[in-house]
């Protein structure tokens, strides 16, 4: 089955320290893959994409994503963390269903908390 | 430019009455879509349209469920009746083209009691 997976519920990080949120995948043919962030009563938001091409994906608000096949990941990273990077991140795969059915499929979303 | 625009932000009703939810896309936005997030979950897909046409509402509970697009525009999903498990939120999301990225709007989180 195509599946995203999250393995952290919550990942917590200083200020100013690098952050990763896990993501992998389970798709059969080449992965389309987002990120967004729900900031509470937000809808989510757009960060980045991998369609194809260099495996190191560069987003909104200083977010990069690593794109790797062999380990089937797109972990989200950022260099120093914000307090206002605090948020909900999902992780999505879009698969084709059929020649003109698409669906994004989300993993169970992880919890950044960044502390001052 | 205007994002995605959902109304009501929140309904809170008794079971078995009828409710409905209405979205509003981003100017020229072909493809809308309308997903339900449980408390703790991702969002999962009910139905999406392009233009007027729903070209998936495979996930859409029909008993219940319905949308529509008229026009092409902007888009209504209604339940009748509710049931408390319905209590979720309920996100509408456009694209510029099927398979762009999706902008989604703030959701509508009912609750049904």
């Known amino acids: 089955a195509q599946s995203v997976a999250q393995p952290e519920d919550q990942v917590n990080v200083a200020e100013g320290n690098p952050l990763t949120v896990k993501c992998t995948y389970s798709?059969?043919?080449?992965?389309?893959l987002f990120w967004y962030v729900q900031y509470p009563n937000r809808g989510l938001q757009f960060l980045l994409k991998?369609?194809?091409?260099?495996?190191l994906v560069k987003g909104s608000y200083g977010f990069e994503a690593e794109f790797n096949k062999s380990q089937t990941s797109f972990h989200l990273k950022k260099p120093s963390a914000l307090v206002s990077d605090s948020a909900l991140y999902f992780c999505?795969?879009?698969?084709?269903?059929?020649?003109?059915?698409?669906?994004?499929?989300f993993g169970t979303g992880t919890r950044l908390q960044v502390f001052p | 430019e205007a994002g995605v625009v959902q109304s009501p932000r929140y309904k809170i009703i008794e079971k078995k009455q009828p409710v409905a939810f209405w979205c509003n896309p981003i100017?020229?936005?072909?493809?809308l879509y309308w997903y339900l997030q449980n408390l703790g979950q991702g969002p999962e897909l009910l139905i999406r349209?392009?233009?007027?046409?729903?070209?998936?509402d495979s996930q859409l509970p029909k008993d219940r469920f319905s949308a529509e697009r008229l026009k092409g525009v902007d888009s209504t999903l209604k339940i009748q009746p509710a049931e408390l498990g319905d209590s979720a939120v309920y996100l509408c999301?456009?694209?510029?083209?099927?398979?762009?990225?999706?902008?989604f709007g703030p959701g509508t989180r009912l609750t049904v009691t």
């Open positions: 999301a456009s694209s510029l083209v099927w398979g762009g990225e999706q902008y």
């Open positions: 798709v059969s043919g080449n992965p389309y």
């Open positions: 991998y369609i194809t091409g260099d495996n």
């Open positions: 999505a795969v879009r698969v084709l269903v059929s020649y003109n059915t698409d669906k994004l499929i």
């Open positions: 100017s020229g936005h072909n493809t």
């Open positions: 349209y392009e233009n007027e046409e729903a070209v998936d």
